[in-house]
């Protein structure tokens, strides 16, 4: 599919952006089914204030903490991303794949 370069309103600030063909072709090939709403300035700003936050993928946000744990079905010494309760099971990733 052939792509032309568009013209979009930034939502955050109004003014004007290309959204240029090879952008709209690797959008394309990425699944992505919406034009971008902000310019990159805007983009950049917004991420920076999540970053800030310690909420967005990718910036320098904190470690998920982990647990040690000990697998109920096969013994193996695994970590989870919860703190475990006594009572309740805890699988390793195999076994809980197993058992979806």
Known sequence: MEYEDKSIACSDCDEEFIHSA??????AERGFTNEPKRCRDCREK??????????????????????????????????VP???TQGRPVYCRDCF????
């Open 22 to 27: 090879e952008d709209q072709s690797r959008y």
């Open 97 to 100: 794949r197993a058992k979806r």
């Open 82 to 84: 919860f703190k475990p």
């Open 46 to 79: 917004r991420k920076g204030q999540r970053d800030s936050r310690g909420g967005a993928p990718g910036g320098d946000r904190p470690r998920r903490e982990s647990f040690d744990a000990t697998c109920a079905e096969c013994g193996q010494a695994t970590t």
